[in-house]
């Protein structure tokens, strides 16, 4: 066989939950809006490709399956007409807020028969990091407590931050595996005005660690200029960017800095700046700061990039860390930065693919996946 002809991995047959998981993985905790968006007029969403309508309810938010049983008109059309209740816009058939049970017909009055007959779905909801979560069961099964799938130092520390929820086209395992991927950030992201001042390695040796339940990239050598042989030497250093000396940091946090790492972040000593758990969640840790994303699966074709920048400040530096949040992070990292990923993540075409070496970070987020998933449904069962 010619090298050239070498077929490789070409599908996801390695992984037969992750490639059936098309949208998304059930049995999970999704982040769907900021908390202060949630009022008491209903709203729509789409999660793990299911139709669903959050509202807020005397301080409480709920969440019910968005279709009325009677005709199928979206319950996000209709309005609160009592506590505790929503009614659907057709004909007034309204549904408890809190089990979704029909508990009156406006326009058959109080005697409606049909009234405790008829349920729509509603899904269990959490607020925490100033999101609505929605858990999205597999079955009838009760949901695990949210704080058990959050990144553990969010649950065990205060601290400030900044973020943003956005549409995207593209597939969410597309998405999270643009976050974990160990080869694009150093290119495709060279232009980006975040990195205007910091050199990136041209290449990286990397491994990837298992923790718990994240997997963490441990970058074992950088490669600040390689020669090519027979091109050139491609590099990308230039005059007015700062090179990072090689410290123990540049394992927490790649901008490299020699700066002194935020003692909440120190104490959890990651083994790498970038990790990823289920069902989706990445982290990237700065020696200040550190960055999550959740990928949620909206449908197939579609999902929700939830971007937060999270500082372990209290006090005045957490309002110092918010104004940079808003004046510059918000602007250059959650915005062009991320817009360079959100563009390649929605013209991403795989499988078939043909992988490479420093691929092996998406491989183990497969596997991670796969082995997460088969022990909950195992558990279920
Ligand atoms: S369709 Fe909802 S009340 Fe008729
Ligand atoms: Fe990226």
């Known amino acids: 066989m010619k090298q050239h002809d070498n077929p490789g991995r070409r599908d996801w047959k390695t992984w037969p939950h992750y490639d059936a998981a098309a ?3 059930r049995g999970y905790w999704y982040p769907v809006t900021w908390s202060s968006h949630l009022t008491g007029t209903p709203a729509a969403f789409q999660i793990c490709g299911e139709k669903i309508t959050l509202i807020r309810d005397r301080g ?4 019910l399956h ?4 009677h005709r199928g008109i979206p319950l996000s059309m ?3 007409q009592f506590p505790g209740t929503l009614s659907c816009a057709y004909h007034g058939w309204t549904f408890d807020l809190a089990d979704g049970v029909l508990k009156a017909v406006i326009t058959d009055g109080p005697d409606s028969r049909i009234c405790g007959k008829v349920r729509v779905r509603t899904y269990p909801v959490e607020e925490r990091l100033g999101m609505v979560w929605v858990y999205m069961p597999i079955g009838a099964e009760q949901p695990h407590p949210i704080d058990e799938q959050l ?4 649950v065990a520390h205060a601290f400030v931050m900044g973020g943003r929820i956005d549409p995207r086209p593209g597939n969410w395992r597309f998405a999270c595996e643009n976050g974990y991927d160990e080869g694009h950030a150093k290119y495709l992201h060279r232009t980006s005005m975040w990195r205007l001042f910091k050199a990136m390695p041209v290449w990286n040796l990397t491994r990837i660690e298992r923790r718990d339940r994240w997997i963490y990239r441990v970058q074992e050598e950088q490669f600040w200029s390689a020669d090519f042989p027979g091109l050139g030497t491609w590099s990308n250093r230039r005059w007015w960017k700062l090179r990072p000396a090689k410290t123990k940091a540049s394992n927490i946090g790649n901008t490299g800095a020699t700066s ?3 003692p909440v ?3 959890q000593e990651f083994p790498g ?8 969640v990445l982290r990237i840790v700065y020696p200040k700061f550190i960055h999550y994303e959740f990928y949620v699966p909206v449908d197939a074709g579609s999902h929700r990039y939830v971007g937060v920048m999270v500082n372990f400040a209290e006090g005045l530096a957490a309002l110092r860390f918010y104004a940079k949040y808003l004046g510059l992070i918000r602007w250059l990292f959650h915005g062009q930065f991320s817009a360079q990923d959100a563009r390649m993540v929605e013209a991403t075409d795989a499988p078939p693919e043909r992988l490479y070496r420093p691929d092996v970070s998406l491989t183990s987020w497969r596997a991670l996946a796969e082995e997460e998933y088969t022990r909950k449904l195992e558990a279920a069962s």
């Open 23 to 25: 949208c998304g993985f």
């Open 60 to 63: 409480s938010a709920y969440a």
């Open 66 to 69: 968005d279709r009325c049983p």
């Open 78 to 80: 209709g309005s609160r």
């Open 151 to 154: 990144p553990e130092e969010l």
């Open 260 to 262: 002194k790492v935020d």
């Open 265 to 267: 972040i120190a104490a």
């Open 273 to 280: 700046f970038a990790s990823v758990s289920m069902p989706g």
